[in-house]
């Protein structure tokens, strides 16, 4: 699910290893809201 891929991408961004880029991750959270 996408909440699921937020949380990754998320934790993932906060340690460095960002797994999508700021564009995908902002269209992502505007999905999900």
Do not use: N, T
Not at 5 to 10: G, R, T, Y
Not at 17 to 27: G, L, N, Q, T, V
């Amino acid at each position: 699910p996408d909440e699921q891929k937020l949380l990754e991408a998320s934790m993932a961004y906060v340690a460095g290893k960002p797994i999508m880029s700021d564009d995908e991750f902002d269209a992502l959270k505007l999905r999900l809201k």
